[in-house]
């Protein structure tokens, strides 16, 4: 009986958690706009967002893209196959390893820093002031974090993705002999514009405001203590790529099952 | 005269817990009133509530004639312009200068040009003594600094209304000092409303115009400052004196001392 109370409490907060969630977006980003203000706060957090996120983003897609060409040759010239190794360096990185990576990455990186920033102003009553200064911490302090992570996580998934096909050709053509001009023209043929890259960009938009707002919200409705902040963020990087994940399944099976 | 913030009768708890039932005060225009009380018993709840950042579950709040907690947002943000607080912490925005901290309010609710912006800026920073510490970062101040600049972004804006959450608490005697008279000061210049939440009786008696004691939920005493010096009701003596025994308790109620220990040996 204990247990069963204990199941229906939890369950409880968990919904009226998505409500916050979802009041909390709703106040942020619903309103008139007012440029003259919003835009520099913007652009400063797609730098802090996006712009301080490029060298993790950059040094992971050569790495995996190296790896993946590495792999992939060695499989391959088992069947003689070793032209397809671009389509299936680009596939990979194109459908999934681009969007999924950046965003369990971007989560690590930007997520939790989004987290630990909004938590400790909070801590530190600076939400409370802003709102006693009637300025709306949710439109000056949250929206302008939310439409940078937005905007940034699927530009930085492409970069992701093309720095990756470089590093599966550096190992590919350069390294294991793979004949150039087949790497590159075995994947432009196979390689769709729709299927692939769209399809890869709609699954990275979708993490972007996903992440972005687990961060957000985590943050936002920390418990304003050390051990609160502290548990914020390691929920948010939790809670995020456990999502990316689910996400990922539900949305390949639709773009790519049927 | 009329009164600026009045609170009739205001039920509020947090989650369960009962925090004021039935809390009644009143500050008039252009006065300065001290709201005392001991530790723990919600008097930045008070403030809040002022301020329409929570809700009370009955009762009325009024300021400048406005019920509160009826306002709906954009009304509540204008109103909220007329009226500044000061938090125990400062509250300062850490990723910016003093100079900007001060600024903010105006560049937020003003389209002043930045020349006007910056001479408003020196002169509320000169009141408080901070105009040479424009530069500062918020975390290369010390306490009693912050506090100041932060009282310096509570006024940029004129306000009608300024609270004060324990302006004194954790001051050294100087700035201490300092701070009273710019309580003091600022009150009389610019003729605006201050309430002043403490435990810091000396401090705040010596430049409020009426006091309140809340205890038990509720204002348990109020009167002019030298009134309730000599009042002789026991609650009123034990606060106003410091003593450990008498009606507020000392002890956060728990069994009884003996019982307690004799616990562990059964």
């Known amino acids: 009986m204990e247990m069963l109370r204990r199941l229906g409490k939890k369950s409880l907060d968990q919904v009226a958690g998505i409500g916050y969630a979802l009041a909390m977006l709703m106040n942020a980003l619903i309103g008139k706009p007012n440029p003259r203000k919003s835009l520099p706060l913007f652009i400063h957090q797609m730098y802090v967002v996006g712009v301080l996120s490029l ?63 909004i938590g400790l102003m909070k801590a530190t009553e600076q939400l409370s002031s802003l709102e006693m200064m009637a300025v709306d911490p949710l439109r000056r302090v949250v929206a302008p974090r939310f439409w940078a992570g937005f905007v940034s996580m699927p530009l930085l998934a492409l970069i992701f993705s093309a720095v990756g096909i470089y590093g599966g050709y550096l190992v590919g053509s350069g390294w294991l002999g793979v004949d150039e001009g087949a790497f590159w023209s075995v994947m432009q043929s196979s390689v769709d514009w729709y299927d692939d ?37 390691t929920s948010t990087v939790v809670t995020a790529s456990l999502t990316i994940l689910g996400l990922d399944f539900i949305l390949t099976a639709l773009m790519f099952g049927g | 005269m009329s009164n600026f913030v009045e609170l009739n009768n205001v039920h509020f708890a947090h989650g369960e817990r009962s925090i ?84 903010f309010p105006l560049r937020e609710h003003t389209n002043l040009p930045e020349t006007l912006i910056r001479s408003i800026v020196i002169m509320k920073l000169e009141a408080v003594g901070l105009r040479g510490a424009r530069h500062l970062m918020p975390a290369e101040l010390s306490g009693g600094m912050a506090r100041r600049a932060a009282l310096a972004r509570a006024i940029a804006l004129d306000p009608d209304l300024i609270m004060y959450d324990e302006p004194f608490a954790g001051q050294d005697p100087i700035s201490m000092g300092v701070i009273v008279k710019l309580i003091k000061s600022l009150n009389d210049s610019l003729g605006l409303t201050s309430i002043v ?25 109020e009167g002019e400052p030298k009134a309730l010096l000599s009042d002789s009701t026991a609650i009123v003596k034990q606060f106003l004196h410091g003593e450990a025994d008498g009606p507020v308790a000392f002890h956060y109620s728990d069994d009884d001392f003996a019982t307690d220990l004799l616990k562990g040996a059964q």
């Open chain 2, 20 to 103: 004021y039932e039935g809390l009644s005060l009143t500050v008039p225009k252009g006065k300065t009133v001290a709201v005392m009380g001991p530790s723990g018993i919600g008097k930045t709840t008070l403030l809040r509530l002022i301020g329409g950042q929570l809700k009370p579950t009955s009762g009325s709040i009024k300021v400048a004639g406005e019920e509160v907690p009826a306002l709906s947002r954009k009304p509540l943000y204008e109103l909220r312009k007329r009226m500044s607080m000061l938090f125990q912490s400062g509250a300062l925005f850490t990723d910016m200068s003093v100079f900007d901290n001060v600024a």
């Open chain 1, 197 to 233: 890259l769209l399809n890869g960009v709609i699954k990275s938009i979708v993490f972007a405001f996903v992440v972005t707002w687990i961060a957000l919200y985590k943050g936002y409705r920390a418990v304003p203590t050390s051990a609160g902040i502290s548990a914020a963020t």
């Open chain 2, 197 to 221: 939440v403490t435990h810091d009786v000396d401090e705040v008696l010596s430049i409020a115009d009426y006091a309140y004691i809340i205890a038990d939920k509720r204002v348990v005493a």
């Open chain 1, 55 to 117: 060298l993790i983003i950059i040094v992971s897609g050569l790495f995996i893209g190296m790896v993946l060409g590495l792999q992939g040759y060695t499989i391959l010239v088992d069947y003689g196959a070793e032209q397809s190794l671009g389509p299936m360096v680009a596939l990979s990185l194109l459908r999934e390893l681009g969007p999924v990576v950046t965003a369990l990455l971007f989560a690590g990186r930007a997520g939790s820093a989004l987290t630990a920033e």
